[in-house]
């Protein structure tokens, strides 16, 4: 493997490992908040690391929109990805235990730990709303979408069989960035919801936007159901 190659995986498994490495620090004083908040600190560090070798975001996917019909166009694209998304649920929650693969019905209990106190509380549901549109709109979009893939696709070669390997790669460290509090059922079904999103991500010409926005109202619907109480 050429020596770029190399050094591409060696700054993506740093980034990585950082990341997880710090949550765990993290989640010894905040284990509820580890998560978002060890994301967003790599992000700021790989934000400076970029900004030294000249490299921004839009390159990762998150591009500028110009004009108004660039935004509109964000809002259909988004709604062309929410069959994908519905579709792996479907498969991982409903079939697969249908299947006779028992742990895809047990959701952790590291759920109700970790979210538990949103039931009824207004403060709870708002501070949680701030995170899914920081952390998981754009921080999760960003990494896990924009930066693996974008770093990996390179690091396997490039064109398409590259890309395909990025994806699923990705979606795995998706996943399993998901265990620590959802479980194995939670690694899997969003491990396969980081494989969906990479997809379209690739479908969208490497666009962001349209899966940010699709993140966050999915996120932001799921809050509302547990603020609102409804079973």
């Known amino acids: 493997m050429p020596a770029s190659r190399v050094g591409i995986l060696a700054e993506v498994t740093a980034f990585v490992a950082f990341t997880f ?35 921004d975001w839009s390159a990762m996917g998150l591009r500028r929109l110009r004009g108004v019909r660039a935004w509109l166009m964000v809002v259909p694209q988004a709604l ?5 998304f519905a579709l ?5 929650t409903i079939g697969g235990p249908a299947i006779g693969l028992d742990f895809l019905r047990e959701v952790s209990g590291g759920v109700e730990d970790r979210w538990g106190d ?19 709109a754009f921080g ?7 930066y693996l893939i974008t770093r990996l696709g390179a690091a396997f070669g490039g064109g398409r069989a590259g890309a395909l390997a990025a994806v ?13 509090y959802q479980g194995l059922r939670g ?25 940010i926005l699709l ?16 079973q």
């Open 118 to 136: 949103v039931a009824g509380s207004l403060p709870h549901y708002l501070l949680w709303l701030a995170i899914v549109w920081t952390a998981a």
């Open 140 to 146: 999760e979009e960003m990494f896990f979408r924009g």
């Open 88 to 92: 792996v649920v479907a498969i991982t």
């Open 21 to 55: 490495l710090s949550r765990y620090l993290m989640s010894l004083v905040l284990w509820r908040y580890a998560g978002p908040a060890s994301l967003l600190l790599t992000l700021a560090l790989l934000t400076l690391y970029m900004r030294s070798r000249g490299v």
């Open 168 to 180: 699923f790669v990705s979606a795995v460290i998706f996943g399993y960035g998901h265990f620590y």
């Open 215 to 230: 993140h966050g109202v999915i996120d932001t619907l799921t809050f509302t159901a547990l603020f609102m109480e409804w």
């Open 80 to 84: 062309l990805a929410l069959p994908a």
């Open 187 to 211: 690694a899997v079904v969003t491990g396969g919801i980081g494989l969906a999103f990479g997809v379209m991500f690739l479908l969208f010409r490497r666009n962001l936007w349209p899966l």
